[in-house]
């Protein structure tokens, strides 16, 4: 998803390079990033939360798609193919939460 949101951003105007391009490219890699550095962290209860931090991002970055598309500079086929695999995603992350909240 990350890849395919730098594609869609390089074509958006360039007033937005440094608002809405770098908040909607900030929140999809922190999405992997979150899970990443969590599944490093000493604890389950530690990757938790830092599951929980992706879920976050992942909303963010689902409200930015939302606000591209209203603002014109994303079809609603991207959008909807993007939003799509933001929710996706964050079923995933919250299968993943629940089985580790499982165990601990």
Known sequence: MVLEIYKL???FPAEEK?????QIRRS?????ANIVEGNERKTKKEFIQ?????????AETKYHLLLSRDLGYVSIENYHNLSNMTIEISKMLSSLINYLKSDI
Do not use: H, P, R
């Open 28 to 32: 999809s890699s922190s999405i992997a």
């Open 50 to 58: 830092y599951l929980y931090q992706a879920k976050g991002s992942c």
């Open 18 to 22: 440094y608002s809405l391009v770098d």
């Open 9 to 11: 951003t390089k074509n």
